[in-house]
Structures are given as C-alpha cells and as structure tokens.
C-alpha cells in the first residue's frame, strides 16, 4: 500500500531563517506530487506541483520554492522565512496514469514564524 | 477560471440531527468532485467523490450527487455523530490540469452529544 510522510511534524522558526519541508511517498512510482498551504481559519491553496523529477510549477507568486530531487521526494524550501508564511502545509500525492484524480495528503507540517 | 464555493460556517449540530453542507462549483472543463475531511491536528482524507453527472459518492453514511444542472455537489447525512466534528472541504479536478484540486474554503462542523 502506498504511503505518504512529513516532516517535521511542527516547527518553530524565526523571520529570517532558512526553511526546508520535507515530503516522501513510498509504495508507488511516478506520482504527481503538491504542495499546500492552509492558512489558520482559511482554505487550502496549491503552491507547487510536480510531475516529474526536476519538474515543478509553482501556482503562485511567494517566497517559497520546491525541489524534486528525487522520484517519490518533494522539498519545500524557504531562504528567508516571513511571518505570513505560517501555516499547516500539507504535502499529497496523485497517481499519474490517464484518468486518476485523488489525491492522498501526508499528515501535514504546522509552522510558525515568530 | 475553476472556483469552488462552500456555505459559510461554522455548523453546529446536536448528535443524530441532519446535516447539508453546501458546495457550488464553476469549471472549464467537466470536472470530478470531491468532498474531503480533515479532522483536528491532521491532514485531509478524502470522503467522498463523483466524477460524472448523476453520480452519487457515498462513505461513513455522507452521501453526495453531481448535480451538473445546477453545479453543485452538497454533502448530507442523515444522522451526525460526535465524531463527524471535522472540517469538510469540497474541491474539483479538471482532467487536464494535471490532478490539480480546487478547494473551497471549508466548513467547520461540530457535532455535541
């Protein structure tokens, strides 16, 4: 069965600092991969997709960037955090076959930037 | 441009009372929908779907239908229970959008025995 993992679970972060979210899926090949941010009280909005390695596009302008070094590895990177950046993000995966629409969510990342 | 619209909450609920939660929907394209969970501290599951007109998603007793007529995909269940406290998220797909969702701004539900 396929699997999806984050981390770190919570984090605390400086405005300023560095940042780097990590996302893995096991379990399946190929998958098309996202990265969202729900903001407290808000809905959820797509940052980055991937599908494939090397591959993302980024749904919005912002101070965040994504990386894909590998098949089943997604990376959510920052170089200077902003308090705005705070928030749950969440990480999902889709199949890429002709048809597949679900997309699975890890358990998802709270980050707060003080 | 594809948008999602859900009825505002919070919605709070005795236990066994009748939930709807409405979800409208515009779309190029002809969309699947979706309806996810997320419940407290974590990420969203998904709930429910239907990707053709006249489609009913069903799971857990929640119960959805593609209306294309009138786009919308409301959410209902007959009876609530204090474990349906959640945040419920309607969405959409478009086939070519690379499985991209559009999510709609969520419903708080709280269900008190």
């Known amino acids: 069965s396929q699997t999806i993992h984050q981390w770190p679970a919570t984090l605390v972060q400086p405005v300023g600092s560095p940042l780097s979210l990590e996302c893995t899926v096991e379990g399946t090949s190929n998958p098309n991969l996202y990265w969202y941010r729900q903001a407290a009280g808000r809905g959820l909005q797509l940052l980055f997709y991937s599908v494939g390695i090397g591959q993302i596009s980024s749904e919005v302008p912002q101070n965040l960037s994504a990386s894909r070094p590998q098949d089943r590895q997604f990376i959510l990177s920052s170089k200077k955090l902003l308090l705005s950046d705070s928030g749950f993000y969440l990480c999902?995966?889709?199949?890429?076959?002709?048809?597949?629409?679900?997309?699975?969510f890890g358990p998802g990342t709270r980050l707060t930037v003080l | 441009g594809n948008s999602v619209t859900q009825m505002e909450g919070p919605v709070t609920l005795s236990e066994e009372a009748f939930l709807t939660i409405n979800c409208t929907y515009t779309a190029t394209g002809y969309p699947s929908l979706f309806w996810y969970v997320q419940y407290p501290g974590e990420g969203l599951q998904l709930l429910l779907k239907?990707?053709?007109?006249?489609d009913k998603g069903s799971n857990k007793g929640f119960e959805a239908t593609y209306r294309k007529e009138t786009t919308s995909f409301h959410l209902e269940k007959g009876s609530v229970q204090v474990s349906d406290s959640a945040v419920y998220f309607c969405?959409?797909?478009?086939?070519?959008?690379?499985?991209?969702?559009?999510f709609g701004q969520g419903t708080i539900l709280t269900v008190h025995p």
């Open positions: 969405a959409l797909s478009v086939a070519t959008s690379y499985g991209k969702l559009t």
């Open positions: 239907a990707t053709k007109a006249d």
């Open positions: 999902a995966w889709s199949p890429r076959r002709e048809g597949a629409d679900t997309q699975y």
